[in-house]
């Protein structure tokens, strides 16, 4: 009779232990997972064209350069003509403005631009590594402290239908993520496989 109650003790465990993940993420968690993914994209856009095309690199590196050198980033906080460079700047290479909690750009993320400056026409991989980096970071962030479950849905934005499993889009950004860096690649896997 004890090792019967021991038994359902232990299954009751089992049971409650799985029924912690939440069934749907939070709309701000969900924005934040959706805007990273959207600044993911746009880096992985930016690395291959700066990979698969010298001319193109060489012009984006020049609209970047026009942009910064303006001396828009130099107050702060960035006043009108800031704002609207930085807005600028997020069209011609996402990942080199910092957004807040909201997805609203509010600075120039320094240590990308230069590291962009440097290396766009000679290594893509480097030059928009942290960008790509700082977004694998905000997901494990946001993964971390929601603790979901591989089936936890992700709630769309409004005005889009999207239906999407944290599992489905941790291995979709992983999939897109490890021709150019594989190292973050494997840790959103590794995140995936903590769920």
Same mark, same amino acid.
């Given at each position: 009779?004890?090792?019967?109650?021991?038994?359902?003790?232990?299954?009751?465990?089992?049971?409650?232990?799985?029924?912690?993940?939440?069934?749907?993420?939070?709309?701000?968690?969900?924005?934040?997972?959706?805007?990273?993914?959207?600044?993911?994209?746009?880096?992985?856009?930016?690395?291959?064209?700066?990979?698969?095309?010298?001319?193109?690199?060489?012009?984006?590196?020049?609209?970047?350069?026009?942009?910064?050198?303006?001396?828009?980033?130099?107050?702060?906080?960035?006043?009108?003509?800031?704002?609207?460079?930085?807005?600028?700047?997020?069209?011609?290479?996402?990942? %080199?403005?910092? @957004?807040?909690? $909201?997805?609203?750009?509010?600075?120039? =993320?320094?240590?990308?631009?230069? *590291?962009? !400056? /440097?290396?766009?026409?000679?290594?893509?991989?480097?030059?928009?590594?942290?960008?790509?980096?700082?977004?694998?970071?905000?997901?494990?962030?946001?993964?971390?402290?929601?603790?979901?479950?591989?089936?936890?849905?992700?709630?769309?934005?409004?005005?889009?239908?999207?239906?999407?499993?944290?599992?489905?889009? %941790?291995?979709? @950004?992983?999939? $897109?993520?490890?021709?150019?860096?594989? =190292?973050?690649?494997?840790?959103? *896997?590794? !995140? /995936?496989?903590?769920?």
């Amino acid at each position: 009779m004890r090792r019967l109650a021991g038994a359902t003790a232990l299954f009751a465990c089992a049971i409650l232990a799985g029924c912690g993940a939440p069934e749907r993420l939070s709309e701000r968690e969900g924005t934040a997972l959706l805007d990273a993914r959207e600044v993911i994209d746009g880096t992985i856009d930016n690395a291959e064209t700066l990979r698969t095309s010298p001319e193109e690199a060489r012009r984006i590196r020049r609209r970047v350069q026009k942009i910064v050198s303006r001396g828009a980033f130099e107050q702060a906080p960035l006043d009108e003509f800031g704002l609207a460079a930085l807005g600028e700047l997020r069209e011609v290479v996402p990942g %080199l403005a910092e @957004t807040d909690a $909201d997805g609203v750009v509010e600075s120039l =993320d320094r240590p990308a631009t230069r *590291a962009f !400056l /440097r290396y766009a026409t000679s290594d893509a991989q480097r030059a928009l590594l942290k960008p790509a980096n700082d977004e694998v970071f905000a997901i494990e962030e946001v993964i971390r402290k929601a603790e979901p479950g591989p089936d936890t849905e992700i709630p769309p934005r409004r005005g889009e239908s999207l239906d999407l499993t944290v599992d489905e889009y %941790l291995r979709g @950004t992983e999939r $897109d993520l490890k021709p150019i860096w594989p =190292d973050l690649a494997r840790r959103l *896997a590794t !995140l /995936r496989d903590g769920l």
